[in-house]
Every structure is written in structure tokens, then in C-alpha cells.
């Protein structure tokens, strides 16, 4: 096994040119402590606008971070899982439709690894039946031309950042949710404590600690040590909501304008390493082309199960930093289970988590990364 292990994700954070916070165009800002906090209050006031709701319900993907449902949970709203497509982690549209009754105060629209979610029908559908629209955005973060006006950010009533580790735009923490204009007038933020301060140089320490343990072999080294669990998904409460620390927020532009400036050139490679196994693996950001931005991993989906295990264990043996993400629903993580509901069969979900592969595709996969990674498609699927 190689000692030299690549990150499946993760940005150096850059400290320089601390400016006040950024602007988001057609939304107000609320600076929290985590991104799950930044959804939980969104669920909350999606359930406040519906007052006379005493079991409200928001509907989330049934494949996704476990984080989906300890916002909801701590918005005292009830998480209802909905199906996803076998081969796209969008919202089966028929299940979303048989999902929606007269509790639910609000759909989350999930932009999975950079794969959008199909927000303009999303935003028709929640309008036509008096709901929210939450856009989760934190495996995104938007580009400048989305900032430029109003309209380009999303539809949505709400948008959802994180800045946690292995985010796009990564402070060590924090987050962010971007409420409408519109609909500033009716915003609550009870219950937002006031984080404690934390100091420059104590977080600029933290800083150059995740920074130097994004070297694959210091990577491959921490990563082997069993008590850290890394990788693994896990449900985690949500135990308060609190602002976000000012120190890192003073450092959110200089690594959103990092984050604009870095190349897509591993993205491509990969592209191209996939292109002569269209036979045995889709292609996501090929399949959903007008729905792909910048991406934070490279999803690609592997049917066959012989298959997909051996590129995990071929990947992990190598130190290529390919992983199954979560690899499960959410109904299948113990914790998660009795805190949600079904809205029927989730059999695209299930059939999603079992073919997923992700590859990384981050600043620090080389050349010599890419042709690993397509030598060990070729071995797996018997070419080259």
C-alpha cells in the first residue's frame, strides 16, 4: 500500500488580504457557525411562514449528508426522504411530487459535488405550492458571474454555504445562509448565539496544521490512524446555532477569489481518462452538462459491483484518494434512521449510493495522479 495517500478533497487556505465580509446581490447575508447551522435556520423560517402548521415537514434528498437531517431536526421539523434518480442525484420529480402534503413548509435542492439541481423547476414547483425553496450549496460556491446581479445567484427563497474542512472555499469552519430580499422583512434569527472570539493566532496556527496535512504523505500517514475515522459518515447534532467567528470571515474573499483562479485541468484529464469506459461507468458531469459547475470531487458512477469494488480497493491501495462518498441512503446510517421518514421506495437512491465512485480533482492532483488513476481504470475493466 502506498504511504503517499492523495486527499479525496481539500484547498490550502490562503491568509492574506483580510477584507470585510462579501456581498451577495439580491440576498442578506446570515454569518453562522457551521453550514448545518445555516440550514437549520433556514428550515426554521420556511416553517415559520407557515404558522399554522403544528407537524411541519421539509422534503430532502433521500441520498446526502447525514447534516440534512440534523438541521431539520433542530429546526423542530420533521425530515421527509425522497428519491433520487438511479442515475442522478437530483430529485426523482414524480417522487417529489407524490411527496409534498399539506405539512410540508419547504424542499432542499442539494448541489451535489457540483451537479446542480434543476433549481428554476424546483422554484416553479415550490412556488406553485406555497412552499420554500432551499438551495444547499455547500460542495459549491457560486461563481462571479452568479454574483453579478440579482438573478444570477439562484431562485431560490434561501441559499445554503458551508466554509467547513474539504469545503470549495474552506475557513477551518463557518457558514453562510442568503436570504431573498424579498423576504429579509420576515427573517428571525432567535436562538443565533454569539460565537466566541477566536484569535488571530490561534487560527492561523490551525490554519498551517490543515494546510501541511493536505501533503499526501503526511496525509497518508494521519489518515491510517484508526481513531481519527476519517471518511466516515456519521450523523452529528446540531447542538446550538451560532455566528460565525470574525477572524476567519475577514479571510472568505482572498479564498473565494483562490478558489476562482485555480485551473480545471484535472477535471478534463479525468474526462478524458473515462471516456474509452462509457461502456461500464457514467460519466455524471457528462450526463448533466448544463447542470455542472466547477466540481469538488469527480462523481462517476460504476454499475458493476465486482467493478466498483475493485477500483475502491486498487484506489485506497494506491493512495489515489477515490472513495464511495457517503456509500449508503440515509435510512441505512443507525443514527439517521429513526429520525426521518420515507416518501415511499427508495430504490434510485439505493441504487445510486451502491454504483458511486468519486475522484479527487483538486489543486494538488498531478500528472503523475491522473495517470495512475486511468491505469487503474484500465486494469480494472481490462484495456491498456
Known amino acids: 500500500m502506498s504511504l503517499r495517500t492523495l486527499p479525496p478533497v481539500g484547498e490550502p487556505i490562503v491568509l492574506r488580504s483580510p477584507a470585510p465580509p462579501m456581498t451577495f446581490p439580491g440576498f442578506q ?17 420556511a416553517a415559520a411562514q407557515r404558522s399554522g402548521i403544528t407537524t411541519p415537514q421539509v422534503l430532502i434528498p433521500a441520498y446526502g449528508c447525514p447534516d440534512l437531517v440534523a438541521a431539520a431536526e433542530y429546526a423542530g421539523v420533521q425530515p421527509v426522504l425522497v428519491d433520487v434518480g438511479s442515475d442522478d442525484p437530483g430529485y426523482d420529480m414524480g417522487q417529489l411530487d407524490a411527496a409534498w ?33 432551499i438551495e444547499d450549496s455547500a460542495q459549491a460556491f457560486p461563481a462571479p458571474a452568479q454574483l ?12 445554503v454555504f458551508s466554509f467547513g ?24 434569527a432567535r436562538g443565533l448565539e454569539q460565537s466566541h472570539h ?8 490551525k490554519v498551517l496544521v490543515y494546510n501541511a496535512l493536505l501533503n499526501p504523505t503526511l496525509y497518508g500517514l494521519v489518515s491510517r490512524l484508526p481513531m481519527l475515522r476519517l471518511g466516515e459518515t456519521r450523523y452529528h447534532a446540531l447542538e446550538r446555532i451560532t455566528g460565525m467567528p470574525e477572524t476567519p470571515l475577514r479571510y472568505l474573499k482572498a479564498n473565494a477569489e483562490r478558489y ?21 461507468v457514467t460519466d455524471l458531469p457528462a450526463r448533466c452538462p448544463g447542470r455542472a459547475g466547477r466540481l469538488l470531487r469527480y462523481p462517476v458512477l460504476v454499475r458493476d459491483q465486482y467493478a466498483h469494488g475493485r477500483l475502491l480497493d486498487e484506489g485506497r491501495r494506491a493512495g489515489l484518494g477515490i472513495t464511495s462518498m457517503y456509500g449508503q441512503v440515509l435510512p441505512d446510517i443507525p443514527e439517521v434512521a429513526p429520525r426521518v421518514r420515507c416518501a415511499g421506495a427508495l430504490d434510485g437512491a439505493h441504487a445510486f449510493a451502491r454504483a458511486l465512485i468519486t475522484l479527487p480533482v483538486h489543486s494538488g492532483v498531478d500528472q503523475r495522479d491522473i495517470r495512475n488513476i486511468r491505469e487503474c481504470f484500465d486494469r480494472v475493466f481490462g484495456e491498456g
Open 148 to 159: 453579478s446581479e440579482p438573478a444570477g445567484l439562484s431562485p431560490a427563497h434561501a441559499v
Open 29 to 45: 447575508p446570515v454569518w453562522t457557525g457551521s453550514g448545518t447551522a445555516a440550514l437549520a435556520l433556514a428550515i426554521r423560517q
Open 165 to 188: 474542512r474539504g469545503k470549495p472555499v474552506s475557513l477551518l469552519g463557518g457558514g453562510c445562509l442568503l436570504v431573498n430580499e424579498r423576504l429579509v422583512g420576515t427573517l428571525e
Open 101 to 133: 402534503g399539506p405539512d410540508t413548509v419547504a424542499v432542499v435542492g442539494v448541489n451535489f459535488l457540483g451537479l446542480r439541481e434543476r433549481m428554476d423547476e424546483l422554484a416553479a414547483f415550490a412556488a406553485g405550492r406555497g412552499g420554500w425553496l
Open 198 to 205: 477566536s484569535r488571530g493566532t490561534r487560527y492561523r496556527a
Open 260 to 280: 476562482w483562479s485555480l485551473n480545471r485541468q484535472a477535471e478534463t484529464a479525468l474526462a478524458a481518462t473515462l471516456a474509452p469506459h462509457r461502456e461500464h
